[in-house]
């Protein structure tokens, strides 16, 4: 009997995801909320739900028996694969208090400061009326929200309840982070891990 893979979200990314795990015997079930994501008709089951509805997520891995769960390319979706797979007993790539760190500003934000990692001032809030002694001009986010939705520069007070406003409406925990903004270079570096050692792929 072949294994179960339940793989969340169904964009071009998750197209060779498919096909590696179909190359490798498994038999795919595919979750994603579009009415007919084009990773669809590579998969061998599809559900149209919300790769972010944990219960509902949780419900078809165990409707499926599925064996292992997992993502590639989407950021949200690793605290779903994670918060799941820990309930299920399945294994995965990342723990689930990784996952939630990964996907959640104010998460990641708590690390940083703990491990004395540079990072801008910040202030977390879930209400628009609020007094920030931040220094203009700031960047408004949501916590928790896929690719750039919901943030916005701002460069005065006038502009700030409106945008909090915005960015909370993204916001799946109703949250949103208010950051100076900070000049820069901006790097980004892709990497895996095996036994404690990174091996670096770009930069």
Avoid: W
Wanted: proline content about 3%; aromatic content about 6%.
């Amino acid at each position: 009997m072949k294994k179960k893979a339940l793989v969340l979200a169904g964009g071009l990314p998750q197209i060779k995801l498919i096909n590696e795990l179909k190359s490798r015997g498994y038999y795919v079930i595919l979750v994603d909320y579009s009415l007919s994501p084009i990773a669809e008709r590579f998969a061998d089951k599809f559900y149209r739900e919300s790769t972010l509805d944990v219960p509902m997520v949780t419900q078809i891995a165990i409707k499926e028996n599925a064996d292992i769960i997992i993502t590639c390319c989407t950021d949200q979706a690793l605290s779903t694969v994670s918060s799941v797979s820990a309930k299920l007993g399945l294994p995965c790539y990342i723990d689930e208090r990784t996952g939630l760190s990964v996907t959640n500003k104010k998460e990641m934000k708590s690390i940083l400061y703990a491990n004395r990692i540079p990072t801008s001032r910040f202030v977390i809030t879930d209400n628009s009326d609020i007094d920030i002694d931040l220094k203009y001009p700031v960047v408004v986010k949501p916590v928790d929200c896929n690719s750039s939705k919901g943030v916005t520069k701002v460069y005065s007070e006038s502009e700030l309840k409106q945008t909090i406003s915005d960015s909370i409406s993204y916001s799946r925990g109703k949250n949103a982070i208010v950051e100076e903004y900070v000049e820069g270079k901006e790097v980004s570096v892709d990497a895996f891990v095996v036994e404690g050692k990174v091996h670096l792929l770009c930069t």
